[in-house]
């Protein structure tokens, strides 16, 4: 496990805008509640106010607090909605990639539902999430999902490249990521549909024109089987386009088969997916070709997923001002926090530590 500073000291080193003449609670203290609230349930600053004063002194003490009573939800609203989500982000984003030893990284967006009923100035996140552990490294807001484009450059920037592979699906699949991805010193995995139809035409002709079993090809497969389905992915990969691109970079194009049989019934769908990569065949084979593109889809399960089914981030309908990003930056910290410590199951995790919330405290870095 890589050895890092513990969160709480992460946590200390975020400015704090506010004016010193009535100050009442350290800024520092008021996000450590909120990180460790949220890890024992708690799904908005309602809740996290509530939680600060459930729990006593003595844990209050422990967060930080000087004054006998910990913050109530205002002051957690006020504050949320002014603090400096770029430094917040910029500082807890260094810290996770301290933590985690990656090699894959996958981009993808995700619309904050409940802000989008209420109309708030911040609607759709762009994250880069690890494959693997799924923590978030880095994460900016845009105003919806078709500027993903437009904001990538951003999360790219926020980034170690060096040594890194970056998935994308087929939204981001432009040719100054790729450039922005080689520059860094990282590679890419990107899937090929039709806003790229110069680039998916030469692709499928490698696997499907009238000379493609003159090319050279290798291939590999993987099966897996539950939740009462068959699935079988089937992957060719060929470097033949690498001298007859513009691409940056551009080493391999693939092809990907996916057979999913439903047990029960019998019925078998099929879907044929395209995709780039700059890593050669002797980086990745098929079989890694078929793993990096499988991982890409962690950022849904490890981290979109857990945030709207455990902590309700669909549902929740903050609005004011930085308020939406700072709670998802929040939930991305102690979710990548945990997973980082081993623990799968984070719903189990969250109901051990709103029972023993001591444990939370620990996660964080506070002994008493």
């Not at 400015?15 to 460790?36: E, M, T, W, Y």
């Amino acid at each position: 496990m890589t050895q890092s500073r513990p969160l709480v000291e992460i946590l200390a080193e975020i400015p704090d805008f506010r004016k010193d003449q009535g100050k009442r609670h350290p800024l520092s203290a008021i996000l450590a509640l909120a990180c460790v609230a949220i890890m024992c349930g708690a799904k908005g600053y309602l809740a996290m106010s509530e939680w600060g004063r459930n729990y006593g002194k003595e844990i209050s003490k422990a967060l930080g607090f000087t004054h006998q009573k910990t913050p109530c939800s205002a002051t957690f609203c006020n504050i949320f909605r002014k603090l400096d989500i770029k430094l917040m982000e910029s500082k807890l984003g260094e810290w996770a990639n301290n933590v985690s030893s990656v090699t894959g990284i996958s981009i993808d967006g995700k619309t904050l539902h409940g802000s989008v009923k209420q109309n708030s100035g911040i609607t759709h996140l762009l994250s880069a999430v690890s494959h693997g552990l799924g923590m978030t490294l880095a994460q900016c807001s845009i105003e919806n999902k078709t500027n993903e484009i437009g904001a990538i450059g951003e999360v790219l920037k926020s980034l170690v490249l060096e040594g890194r592979i970056i998935t994308v699906d087929a939204l981001l699949t432009q040719r100054k990521v790729s450039q922005d991805i080689i520059e860094g010193g990282g590679d890419y995995v990107m899937i090929v549909k039709e806003n790229q139809k110069t680039l998916l035409d030469d692709v499928k002709t490698v696997f499907g024109g009238p000379c493609s079993h003159l090319l050279r090809k290798w291939s590999d497969e993987t099966t897996d089987i539950g939740h009462g389905r068959i699935e079988k992915r089937f992957l060719t990969s060929s470097d033949e386009l690498k001298e007859y691109t513009h691409w940056a970079g551009l080493h391999q194009v693939f092809e990907l088969i996916r057979t999913i049989m439903t047990k029960k019934t019998g019925e078998v769908s099929k879907e044929t997916v395209y995709g780039i990569t700059s890593l050669s065949p002797e980086q990745a084979n098929p079989l890694r070709l078929l793993e990096l593109v499988r991982n890409h889809w962690h950022i849904e399960n490890k981290s979109h997923w857990v945030r709207d089914v455990t902590f309700d981030e669909d549902r929740s309908q903050v609005r004011c001002g930085n308020t939406p990003q700072v709670m998802s930056s929040l939930r991305n910290t102690v979710i990548g926090l945990m997973r980082h410590r081993g623990i799968e199951n984070i719903a189990s995790a969250c109901r051990r530590f709103s029972a023993q919330p001591r444990l939370a405290l620990e996660l964080i870095g506070i002994r008493m």
